[in-house]
C-alpha cells in the first residue's frame, strides 16, 4: 500500500466532512495498492475510512486474490454470484458503522452499481475524483524523473514512426508501430490517436479506419507509462508539401505551443497561459476551432489536475505537470496539434520534458 | 441506428416507468448506434426518450464525430472545457423536459458524473443494465450465427496454442499468441485468461507474470467477437502427466459440464443445470470450490443475461446464448475450468458451439 497517498487521501476525507471513499480498480486503485484486478460488472473496491482504516467488497470469486495482494489488516467482505450484492453491501456497511453515511468515489465506480446499492441502504455517494485529483498534483522528485523518462520513450518512438509513413499505410498499422514501439522500450499501457486526413479534425478520433494518402496530413497523439507515470506526445506530419493555408496553420500552432511554454513557471497564473495560446491562434481568427482546453495534469493517470484552462484560476506550483496542447482543428477537412508535457521542476522553472522536433516536417 | 433495438427499449420504458434511458459509450452503445467513440472523463451519452425521440450530449471535442455518426434527426449539446458540464446538462435535461424525470442507465455510465449531475439539478437515475440485457436476450438467426462463428475462432485457436505451451514459456507470450491468433481469423476485440500453476486457482487472474513450469496446469480461457457478438471459451491442460488428485478432479469437472450442457433444451429451469453441475461436483466434496455462478449470458456482451445460477428462475426459451463454466478452484493449488458456449437453437434444442475437444490432454 502507498501509505503516503494514503495518509494524505485520510487527512483530506477529515476536511470535506467525508466519513469513507471508495477507490474501484483501475489506474488510481493501482497507484494506491500497487495492485491491478480485473474488474467486471460484478462490483467491488477499496473503502477507506476517515480513521484511516480500511476495507474491501469484493465477488468471492476475487477474495484467494484480493487476499493475497492486500495487507491481512484489511478485512475481506465477499458476495456469491448466488446471493444478491447488496445484501453483502449492506451487512458490510453496517459492521463498519457508515450506514448514513456520505461515501466519496473515485472515477472508476460504474454508476450501476452505486445506484444498485444506494436504492438498497442509506448511503449517500458523492463525486470523489477531484478529491484524488488534488492528492496527487504536486509530483515529487521520484515521480518527476519517471516523467521525464516516459516522455523520453515517446520522444524516440516519434524518430523511429517517420521511416514508415507513406502513402498507403493505414491508421492500424502506425497505430500498432507506435504501440510496439513504446513496448519495446519498456513502456506500459502504451495509448495512441492515429488520425490521416480528415480524420485529424476529430481530437480524440478512435476509428482508425483511414489509410494515408499522397499529400496527405498526419496526427500522432501517444503515449505510455514509466513506473505508472504517463507520458502524452502529439505532432502532426506531412506526407507531400502541405499548401500554404496548412502551413501558415501549422506556423500558428507551433508558436501558440512555443510561447505557451515559454510562460511555464512557478507562480505563472494559469488562466493566462490558456489567454495566450487562443491570442496566438486568433491572429488569424482559428482561435475558435480550439475547442478544448489547452492542457490537462497527467501523472499516474493520462488526465488529471491541473487542467490548463481558463476556468482554472490557480498559479502553478513547484511539481505539476501537465500538458500544453494548442491545436486548430477544422471539422472535416484537418487538425493540427502540437502537445509536449510541461513540468514546474524542482527549481520552480517550466521543463519541457518533450524533446522531440516541432519544426514542420515533410515526408 | 439499430431500429429494431430501440424500439424494443422504448417500449420497456413505457412498461417500466422510465422517462429516458441515457447510454454512454461502449459495447452497447456501440451494438445500437454501430459507433464506438473515445470514452475520456468527459460525461458524453445518448438520451433515449419514452417517445423515441433521442439526443446526444458530449464534449465540444466530440461534436464533429458524433454528428456524423448519428443521425440528423438527434440533436446534440455540446459543452466547451472552459464551462461547467452540468450547466450544460441542466440546459438539455430543460428543453428535453426531463428536469424531475426518472433515467434509466446503461453499465458504462460513470458513477462520478452521475453524481454529479444529480448533485447539481433534479433528475433521478436507476440502474438501467437489466433492461439493456433484457431487450438483447433472445437472439435472432443472423445473431445465433454470429456466435458460432465467434466459437469457432476460439476452437481453431485452441489447436494451434497448444504447440507453444511447454516449461518456460511465459503467461503473456500465451496471451499475446491467443490474441494475435483471434484476431488473425477475423476476430476482433480478443480478450483472454491464461494461468499456470497457483495462478490457475484465481478465475479472473490478470497478472499474467507466470512461467509455464515442467509438471504444470494451464488454464486457458478466451474469446473474442464476430460482428459484435463474443465467444468465450475455457479449457485446462497440463504439462506432464498429471497426479491421481488432479485427474480426478479434471474428470469430475468434464463431467459437469457435459452433464449440464445436456439439460440445455427449451423449457429447462436454470436453477436444476446449475444443482446438476454441484452435485457433480460434489461426489467428491468440491463444490463449494465452485465459487460462481455455472454460467453467464453472452452476445454483443461478453457477460450478460441469463446468468446460469440458482437465484435466476427462469426457463430456458428459443435463442438464449450461454455459457456452461464449471470449475474446481483451490486457492493457491490450482484451477480447472472447462467452458463452453450453449445456444438454444431455432429448434429448441441445446446446441454446443464449441467444438474443441475436452479430454484430458497432456502435453
Redesign the interface.
Known amino acids: 500500500m502507498n501509505d503516503k497517498y494514503l495518509k494524505r487521501l485520510t487527512y483530506e476525507l477529515g476536511k470535506e466532512k467525508l466519513d469513507a471513499f471508495l477507490i474501484c480498480p483501475g489506474e488510481e486503485f493501482k497507484f494506491l495498492t500497487g495492485f491491478?484486478?480485473?474488474f467486471?460488472?460484478r462490483f467491488q473496491g477499496l473503502f477507506v475510512k476517515k480513521s484511516g482504516e480500511a476495507f474491501y467488497i469484493c465477488?468471492?470469486?476475487?477474495?484467494?486474490?484480493l487476499k493475497?495482494a492486500l495487507p491481512g489488516s484489511i478485512k475481506i467482505y465477499s458476495w456469491?454470484?448466488?446471493?444478491?450484492m447488496t445484501d453483502v453491501v449492506n451487512k458490510a456497511l453496517s459492521s463498519e458503522k457508515l450506514i448514513g453515511g456520505r461515501i466519496g468515489?473515485?472515477?472508476?465506480?460504474?454508476?450501476?452499481?452505486?445506484?444498485?446499492i444506494a436504492?438498497n441502504m442509506k448511503v449517500s455517494?458523492?463525486?470523489?475524483?477531484p478529491l484524488l485529483e488534488k492528492i496527487r498534483m504536486i509530483k515529487d522528485e521520484d515521480e518527476l524523473d519517471y516523467l521525464r523518462y516516459s516522455a523520453g520513450i515517446a520522444d524516440k518512438v516519434f524518430e523511429k514512426v517517420l521511416d514508415i509513413i507513406k502513402p498507403g499505410v493505414s491508421e492500424r498499422e502506425i497505430q500498432e508501430f507506435l504501440m510496439e514501439s513504446m513496448v519495446s522500450l519498456g513502456g506500459d499501457t502504451p495509448e495512441c490517436?492515429v488520425g490521416c486526413g480528415a480524420n485529424s479534425?476529430?481530437?480524440?478520433?478512435?476509428d482508425n479506419k483511414g489509410i494515408v494518402k499522397d499529400r496527405d496530413i498526419v496526427l500522432l497523439d501517444y503515449g505510455c507509462t514509466y513506473r505508472g507515470l504517463y507520458s502524452d506526445m502529439s505532432r502532426t506530419v506531412f506526407v507531400g508539401e502541405p499548401d500554404a493555408k496548412l502551413r501558415e496553420c501549422y506556423e500558428l500552432v507551433l508558436r501558440a505551443n512555443e510561447e505557451a511554454e515559454a510562460m511555464v513557471t512557478e507562480g505563472a497564473y494559469v488562466p493566462d497561459i490558456d489567454k495566450k495560446a487562443r491570442k496566438i491562434l486568433d491572429e488569424k481568427g482559428y482561435a475558435h476551432t480550439l475547442?478544448?482546453?489547452l492542457g490537462h495534469g497527467i501523472g499516474y493517470t493520462v488526465?488529471e489536475a491541473p487542467?490548463i484552462?481558463?476556468?482554472n484560476k490557480i498559479k502553478l506550483v513547484k511539481g505539476m505537470a501537465f500538458s500544453i496542447e494548442p491545436g486548430i482543428?477544422i471539422?472535416?477537412e484537418f487538425g493540427i496539434r502540437i502537445e509536449d508535457i510541461m513540468i514546474v521542476n524542482e527549481g520552480g522553472r517550466g521543463e519541457r520534458l518533450n524533446k522531440a522536433p516541432k519544426e514542420l516536417v515533410v515526408l
Chains 1, 2 share one sequence.
Not at 468515489?105 to 444498485?116: M, P, Y
Not at 479534425?201 to 478512435?206: N, R, T, V
Open positions: 491491478d484486478p480485473m467486471c460488472e465477488n468471492l470469486l476475487y477474495e484467494e486474490e493475497n456469491f454470484d448466488g446471493e444478491r468515489v473515485n472515477s472508476t465506480a460504474q454508476g450501476f452499481n452505486l445506484l444498485e436504492a455517494f458523492v463525486n470523489g475524483k490517436i479534425s476529430y481530437p480524440h478520433y478512435s475547442i478544448n482546453r488526465h487542467d484552462k481558463q476556468s482543428y471539422g472535416g
